[in-house]
């Protein structure tokens, strides 16, 4: 199953524990999901990860977040990035999920973004849930919570 996570999701992901964030993010760890990327999200990641307060909440220096952010470039299924998408005129930089998602023919994008994905339900045929629901729904495919 290919997803494209929320930048959000990702970082409550990789820092938290037993919730659905986290739950996703070891699921992907383990090879259970892929995830999908474009270039923009990805330096929008390196950006949010670097902000001193995630950095704090991360306990990581600068050094080697970029370094995770890198490796995660190496993991994740990349796309082009070429593909221009504008649907969401309120947060443009929330185009970048959508065209994203559809670069990587995507299963499902999971997001926090309740002001602008979210309501969308989905985008060309692609399901956008919240990462309690995508547990929900495919549980079977995740690791159980410790």
Known sequence: MLLVLDTNV???GSRGKDTAPSLIYTAW???QVDLAFSPQMIEELRRVLTYPRVQKLL???VERIQAEVAGIADVARMTPGVLVVDRITQDPSDNMILACALEARADTIVSGDSKHLLPLKSFEGIP?????EFVHRFQKALPKAA
Do not use: E, H
Not at 128 to 132: K, S
């Open 59 to 61: 306990g990581a220096s």
């Open 128 to 132: 956008i849930v919240t990462p309690g």
């Open 10 to 12: 990702f970082v409550s």
């Open 29 to 31: 760890k383990q090879g």
